[in-house]
């Protein structure tokens, strides 16, 4: 027997519904009270991306407060002025303009799912091909 005691259970389909207003909240009361704000901030879930342009000291004291302000909620952070993954893109800045590309992880493995197996017909369909 398993008992949840912080946090969403994975793979429950209202998880991404709660936590997705959860974190809502706490971003904006997050924000309310930082001295310095982020120029764009996007978030996803729980993964957020934030352009900065007050500094790196700033960005760490931001960093700090975020990591303070809620007891179960920690904040970790890939900074780059050039380039940093968000999600399934790589987002880079070259000369004042922002560009994408598709990002994989370096321990992605591209092992889909086979079409033999024994899944659903519409879920073999949305199979990536080349």
């Known amino acids: 027997m398993w008992l949840q005691i912080h946090g969403a259970a994975m793979g429950t389909c209202i998880a991404p519904s709660y936590t997705n207003l959860f974190m809502s909240e706490l971003e904006d009361k997050l924000l309310a009270s930082?001295?310095?704000?982020?120029?764009?901030?996007l978030r996803y879930i729980d993964d957020i991306f934030l352009i900065w342009t007050?500094?790196?000291?700033?960005?760490?004291?931001?960093?700090?407060?975020?990591n303070k302000f809620h007891p179960s909620i920690k904040f970790s952070s890939?900074?780059?002025s050039s380039h940093v993954p968000f999600l399934d893109v790589l987002i880079s800045l070259s000369n004042g303009i922002i560009h994408t590309d598709l990002y994989s992880k370096p321990t992605d493995t591209f092992n889909y799912l086979h079409w033999a197996s024994c899944h659903p017909y519409h879920t073999k369909r949305n199979i990536p091909t080349v």
């Open 54 to 66: 007050h500094g790196r000291s700033n960005l760490d004291t931001f960093i700090m407060h975020a």
């Open 78 to 80: 890939t900074t780059s």
């Open 34 to 41: 930082a001295a310095t704000k982020p120029k764009i901030r």
